[in-house]
Nanobody
Framework: QVQLVESGGGLVQAGGSLTVSCAASGRFDMIVAMGWYRQAPGKQRDLVAQINSGGGINYADAVKSRFTISRDNAKNTVYLQMNSLIPEDTAVYYC?????????????WGQGTQVTVSS
Protein backbone atom coordinates (compact mmCIF):
# COMPACT_ATOMS: atom_id res chain seq x y z
CA GLN A 1 0.00 0.00 0.00
CA VAL A 2 1.33 3.40 -0.96
CA GLN A 3 1.59 6.07 1.70
CA LEU A 4 2.63 9.72 1.57
CA VAL A 5 4.02 11.04 4.83
CA GLU A 6 4.47 14.78 5.24
CA SER A 7 6.60 16.65 7.73
CA GLY A 8 7.89 20.14 8.43
CA GLY A 9 4.81 22.28 8.89
CA GLY A 10 4.51 24.74 11.71
CA LEU A 11 4.18 28.36 12.78
CA VAL A 12 6.34 31.08 11.26
CA GLN A 13 6.29 34.85 11.20
CA ALA A 14 5.56 36.76 8.03
CA GLY A 15 8.69 37.11 5.95
CA GLY A 16 10.10 33.88 7.29
CA SER A 17 10.84 30.56 5.65
CA LEU A 18 9.69 27.01 6.08
CA THR A 19 10.32 23.72 4.31
CA VAL A 20 7.85 20.87 4.13
CA SER A 21 8.73 17.43 2.85
CA CYS A 22 6.80 14.39 1.72
CA ALA A 23 8.09 10.84 1.39
CA ALA A 24 6.36 8.10 -0.55
CA SER A 25 6.59 4.61 0.88
CA GLY A 26 5.20 1.18 0.08
CA ARG A 27 5.32 -0.98 -3.00
CA PHE A 28 5.10 0.86 -6.30
CA ASP A 29 6.80 0.97 -9.67
CA MET A 30 7.10 4.58 -10.63
CA ILE A 31 6.25 8.03 -9.34
CA VAL A 32 5.01 10.07 -12.27
CA ALA A 33 4.61 13.37 -10.46
CA MET A 34 4.64 14.74 -6.93
CA GLY A 35 3.40 18.02 -5.68
CA TRP A 36 1.72 20.13 -3.06
CA TYR A 37 -1.76 21.49 -2.70
CA ARG A 38 -3.10 23.73 0.02
CA GLN A 39 -6.47 24.39 1.55
CA ALA A 40 -7.30 27.37 3.72
CA PRO A 41 -10.42 27.36 5.94
CA GLY A 42 -13.56 27.78 3.86
CA LYS A 43 -11.67 27.57 0.58
CA GLN A 44 -11.08 24.90 -2.01
CA ARG A 45 -7.90 22.87 -2.26
CA ASP A 46 -5.60 24.43 -4.83
CA LEU A 47 -2.37 23.41 -6.50
CA VAL A 48 0.75 25.06 -5.10
CA ALA A 49 3.50 23.34 -7.06
CA GLN A 50 4.14 20.12 -8.90
CA ILE A 51 7.21 18.39 -10.31
CA ASN A 52 7.08 15.48 -12.73
CA SER A 53 9.47 12.61 -13.36
CA GLY A 54 11.14 14.53 -16.17
CA GLY A 55 11.85 17.50 -13.95
CA GLY A 56 9.11 19.70 -15.32
CA ILE A 57 7.74 22.11 -12.72
CA ASN A 58 4.51 24.02 -12.39
CA TYR A 59 3.81 26.73 -9.79
CA ALA A 60 0.69 28.58 -8.81
CA ASP A 61 0.99 32.27 -9.67
CA ALA A 62 0.61 33.22 -6.02
CA VAL A 63 3.82 31.44 -5.01
CA LYS A 64 6.07 31.94 -8.03
CA SER A 65 9.46 33.43 -7.07
CA ARG A 66 8.81 32.66 -3.38
CA PHE A 67 8.43 28.87 -3.28
CA THR A 68 10.73 26.21 -4.71
CA ILE A 69 9.78 22.59 -5.25
CA SER A 70 12.42 19.90 -5.58
CA ARG A 71 12.55 16.14 -5.66
CA ASP A 72 14.96 13.46 -4.50
CA ASN A 73 14.18 10.46 -6.67
CA ALA A 74 16.44 8.14 -4.68
CA LYS A 75 14.45 8.91 -1.53
CA ASN A 76 11.04 9.17 -3.25
CA THR A 77 10.72 12.52 -1.52
CA VAL A 78 9.49 15.92 -2.60
CA TYR A 79 10.34 19.17 -0.85
CA LEU A 80 8.70 22.57 -0.84
CA GLN A 81 10.93 25.43 0.25
CA MET A 82 8.75 28.40 1.16
CA ASN A 83 10.35 31.84 1.46
CA SER A 84 8.95 35.30 2.10
CA LEU A 85 5.88 33.77 3.66
CA ILE A 86 2.77 35.91 4.04
CA PRO A 87 -0.35 35.33 6.16
CA GLU A 88 -2.25 34.38 3.01
CA ASP A 89 -0.04 31.29 2.78
CA THR A 90 -1.67 29.93 5.93
CA ALA A 91 -3.32 26.63 5.07
CA VAL A 92 -3.13 22.89 5.41
CA TYR A 93 -0.60 21.70 2.87
CA TYR A 94 -1.26 18.33 1.27
CA CYS A 95 1.22 16.19 -0.57
CA UNK A 96 -0.06 14.65 -3.77
CA UNK A 97 1.43 12.04 -6.07
CA UNK A 98 0.57 10.15 -9.24
CA UNK A 99 2.07 6.69 -8.85
CA UNK A 100 2.19 3.59 -11.01
CA UNK A 101 1.57 0.28 -9.28
CA UNK A 102 1.94 -2.45 -11.84
CA UNK A 103 0.28 -1.30 -15.05
CA UNK A 104 -2.12 1.18 -13.56
CA UNK A 105 -1.64 4.51 -11.86
CA UNK A 106 -3.54 6.20 -9.10
CA UNK A 107 -3.59 9.50 -7.28
CA UNK A 108 -2.51 9.57 -3.66
CA TRP A 109 -2.78 12.15 -0.88
CA GLY A 110 -0.92 12.73 2.34
CA GLN A 111 -2.67 13.51 5.60
CA GLY A 112 -1.80 17.21 5.44
CA THR A 113 0.46 19.44 7.48
CA GLN A 114 -0.54 22.81 8.92
CA VAL A 115 1.41 25.90 7.94
CA THR A 116 0.51 29.05 9.84
CA VAL A 117 2.03 32.44 9.03
CA SER A 118 1.55 35.12 11.66
CA SER A 119 1.50 38.81 10.80
Amino acid sequence: QVQLVESGGGLVQAGGSLTVSCAASGRFDMIVAMGWYRQAPGKQRDLVAQINSGGGINYADAVKSRFTISRDNAKNTVYLQMNSLIPEDTAVYYCNAYIYVGRSWDNYWGQGTQVTVSS
